[in-house]
């Protein structure tokens, strides 16, 4: 699997050679732990990024996303009001319709906590790593499933289940 | 795509991942509000230090939950008066006599107290104790309270005393907690110490302590004691005068173990704060457990056994932190090296499977070395098995374990390290 994601040259046969953008659609499912016996919070967050592709298999791009359901713990509500992410993209030479990828990012989220009518903007920057696999559905459009870990300071880290769609342009 | 474009504002984080971290804490206990020092003023002299406590309230409940004051930030309105370190809590008074406000803020709760600072002399100290005859090996707490020059009104002082007592059947210990043991009359002295230009002030009270400890009653915490299991006993008195009264004196009383014959050396009793009653087996066997106070006019004895086979199966040694394999070869750089050395025992568990425990009993010594001086080997308790190297040489090293009952070597096992 590890080997899979090694960004595979230049070939006719790639789409990504000939489609230098792409543009993707997706859902993460948040688990946001502050500490290892917290209770979680699970928000879900959906984001749009737009990418590059520097050569067959490397991509950079950009990712923006807001939370569309927030969390709740007793009288605290946490929802993401943002998240913005920068990531390098490591994708494997396609294996039938399949292919294995790696995300490494550096993101900024930002919740908004709101406790009894006290609200609070909470910033967490910091590394993601991401793992995950595409399907070819069509010769433009892929479906994506993926895990992605962060970690903030302290004990904060996130889990996120990701699902979405890409699509290259330019084919 | 320019990769500059990619950058993104970073920020400081460690505050607010902390916040969420608080209002989590908060959410989850179900706290509504802080209260500093159980809500009462709090009056410190010019350059002392004091620590405010901190509670938390529920909606339920009408007492606090005391909570570490170090969960809050904290600040002062006034640092020429008072200031306070942000993340303890611990007020020191300034230069300058009034009062001011400190402010806790914990995730999205606030408490505040006032602080005075006032520059007042202390005159005098009175000992205040809450009984005027204490129990036999009971444990009791003293409270100073400060008369100053000028004043009326007696200040709570206790934090800024050094307790010590003439007599050596009774000892403070660290948290100021005045544990007896004989009966007889005790001088207790509480001591504001000196400090910039103010002198040592000091007042002496004296307690009586009753004889009237008839018996022991030692209770074994839920559980069995097993090997590498260790079952917390507690000890309970039965006082002459006052038959239900039942205090837990364990942290009181001298713990031991007495070996029954056959079993050998197979368990141990902790008599160190707080672990005080907490028994250790190192095999199966059976022993006497003994908890006495005030010498031996009162013992209590319990039969105690620890399940479990127990049976060495043998005797190892690693490096600590090392998964290198023996002969353990290290590099002389030309300074010296420390490696760590541990034995390990395997038992026998009760399904006959091996199980591990360290030894801190083990016997260290060098078998032969290549040149004399190079290498030392620790053998007491700071530094067992602690090898150092100041050259290079070829050493053997030998770990015994020996069962005390009979001398006999239980157990032992040689490595050899070679410096290069």
Wanted: aromatic share 8%.
């Amino acid at each position: 699997m590890l080997l899979a994601l090694v960004p595979f040259g230049g070939s006719a046969q790639n789409l990504q050679q000939d489609s230098q953008y792409y543009l993707s659609v997706f859902t993460d499912r948040q688990v946001l732990r502050v500490s290892e016996n917290a209770t979680p919070i699970r928000p879900i967050v959906v984001s749009a990024s737009a990418g590059y592709w520097v050569r067959p298999g490397i991509g950079l791009e950009l990712e923006a996303g807001f939370g569309i359901v927030d969390d709740s713990i007793g009288t605290l509500e946490v929802d993401t009001s943002s998240q913005l992410a920068a990531s390098l993209r490591l994708e494997s030479k396609p294996q039938g319709n399949f292919a294995a990828y790696a995300l490494f990012s550096y993101v900024r989220s930002t919740y908004d906590a709101s406790v009894d009518g006290l609200n609070s903007s909470l910033s967490f920057p910091g590394a993601r790593l991401g793992i995950g696999l595409t399907y070819t559905v069509t010769p433009h459009w892929r479906a994506d499933v993926g895990f992605t870990h962060h970690d903030y300071d302290g004990d904060t880290r996130v889990n996120s289940f990701r699902f979405g769609l890409r699509y290259d342009l330019g084919i | 795509m320019p990769l500059a474009a990619l950058t993104l504002i970073a920020c400081d984080s460690d505050g607010d991942t902390q916040t969420l971290s608080d209002l989590v804490t908060i959410a989850e206990e179900g706290f509504t509000g802080l209260v500093i020092n159980g809500d009462t003023e709090t009056i410190i002299e010019t350059g002392q230090s004091t620590q405010l406590s901190l509670e938390a309230l529920t909606e339920n409940t009408i007492n606090g939950t005391a909570i570490s004051a170090a969960m809050a930030d904290w600040s002062s309105s006034d640092e020429q008066i008072a200031t306070v370190d942000t993340d303890t809590g611990a007020v020191t008074g300034g230069n300058v006599d009034g009062e001011v406000t400190v402010t806790a803020r914990f995730g999205n709760l606030t408490a505040s107290t006032q602080v005075r600072v006032s520059s007042a002399q202390l005159v005098s100290i009175i000992v205040d104790q809450a009984d005027s005859e204490l129990n036999e090996c009971s444990d009791t707490r003293f409270t100073a309270m400060g008369m100053f020059e000028g004043e009326e009104r007696l200040r709570n002082i206790t934090d800024s005393i050094v307790w010590t007592v003439a007599q050596a059947s009774a000892a403070f210990d660290e948290n100021n907690l005045l544990r007896v043991s004989s009966a007889g009359e005790l001088e207790v002295t509480a001591t504001r110490e000196a400090f910039l230009d103010r002198l040592a002030v000091n007042q002496t009270a004296t307690v009586n302590v009753l004889d009237n400890l008839e018996g022991i009653t030692i209770v074994a915490d839920p559980g069995q004691l097993a090997v590498r299991s260790p079952l917390q006993y507690r000890a309970f008195p039965v006082y002459s005068n006052m038959p239900d009264v039942l205090p837990d004196i364990t942290d009181n009383l001298q713990w031991d173990i007495e070996d029954v014959a056959t079993s050998g050396d197979f368990a141990r009793v902790d008599n160190t704060l707080p672990d005080k009653g907490l028994v250790t087996a190192l095999r199966s066997g059976d022993g006497l457990l003994l908890a006495s106070c005030n010498g031996t006019q009162v013992t209590q004895t319990v039969n105690i056994t620890a399940a479990g086979s127990g049976e060495f199966a043998g005797l190892s040694i690693s490096a600590e932190n090392s998964a290198r394999d023996f002969p353990l070869q290290v590099t002389w750089q030309g300074e010296e090296i420390v490696e760590q050395l541990v034995a390990t025992a395997l038992f026998l568990d009760q399904e006959g499977g091996e199980d591990v425990t360290f030894l801190d009993e083990t016997e260290w010594q060098i078998e032969t070395v290549s040149e004399p001086g190079i290498f030392t080997l620790g053998n007491d308790d700071d530094d067992k098995g602690q090898l150092t190297i100041r050259g290079v040489g070829r050493v053997t090293l030998r770990a015994t374990f020996i069962d005390e009952d009979n001398d006999d070597v239980v157990f032992m096992d040689t490595v050899t390290v070679i410096s290069q």
